[in-house]
């Protein structure tokens, strides 16, 4: 198994009239960890909604592909698809009154390649008390039990929709080494849909930007931070190499600068910006995601 492929059409989604998703037109490669970015309100759950055949498009199309159905379908109604795609929310979708070893014991049921040891070691790592009911469990717990369900679902297409945000910084963290420990063991699908970029920026292979429905950027992570970088040394110098460049950001300690910048660099640059002593490096993915969704347009500056 190395995953499902996702691909959509024109896919738009409307509440009451009103575009949540708006003509995307999308293609998430089989086997790799995508990230969904978008800040609040983007459409990121709606689209993971409608990838995982929760929603029916308002118009346009989702196809999942795979080898094993050979060709594609769509996931809406789809009950192959469906049992093939895991999404996992920050509302949990669990029966609140029932104990989480029942939900458990739902999930092995109905997941084709569920793991029922890989969900029992989990569930002791993040010390998810089994025999409580859910609606009992702290709401890190609850996310913590949607995350097991998640990962030990290794469902050719994993969606988790921020729902770990309820998790504390620790828990957040072994999320994110086990998810990807269980990647490496069974590659897979997998999406995080997020606004903590930082945080996961180093998991992802391929990103999706949206930003109000519409699709800023697909790209490979690698792609994207080479549309900018970092540059810092004596102020002065910073000063005059970067001129004629957008600045994304920007911090001065003494005598030293340190500027973020955005575009395609040439060689001639970077040549001439080392030999001046000046230090390059790769731009973080968060600082172009803050850029590309327009978060920051009182601070982007060309001078
Ligand atoms: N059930 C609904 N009924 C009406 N409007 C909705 C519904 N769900 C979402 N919306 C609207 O659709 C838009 C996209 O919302 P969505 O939840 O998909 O975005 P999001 O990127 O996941 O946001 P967040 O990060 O805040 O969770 C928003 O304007 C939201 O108000």
Known sequence: MSGLGVRTENLTVRYSGVPAVDGLDLRLAPGK????????????????????????????????????????????????????????????????????????????????????????????????????????LSRGKKSALGVVLGIASRAPLTIFDESYLGMDVPSRNLFYDVLLADYAEVPRTIVLSTHLVSEVSSLLEEVVILDQGKLVTQAPVDSLRGRGASIVGPAAMVDELTAELTVLAEQRLGGTKSVTVLGDLEEAFLAKARSAGLEIGQVGLQELFVHLTGATHQKVSKR
């Open 33 to 136: 960890i995508h990230g969904l970015l978008g800040r609040n309100g983007s459409g990121k759950s709606t689209l993971a909604a409608t990838l995982a055949g929760f929603r029916q498009p308002s118009d346009g199309r989702v196809l999942i592909e795979s080898d094993e159905y050979d060709g594609a379908r769509e996931p809406y109604e789809d009950a192959i698809v469906t049992s093939r795609v895991c999404l996992i929310r920050e509302s949990g979708d669990l029966t609140d009154s029932a104990p989480v070893k029942h939900v458990l014991g739902l999930a092995s049921s109905l997941r084709p390649y569920w793991d029922q040891d890989l969900a029992g070691e989990l569930l002791d790592k993040f010390e998810v008390p089994t025999r409580q009911k859910v609606q009992k």
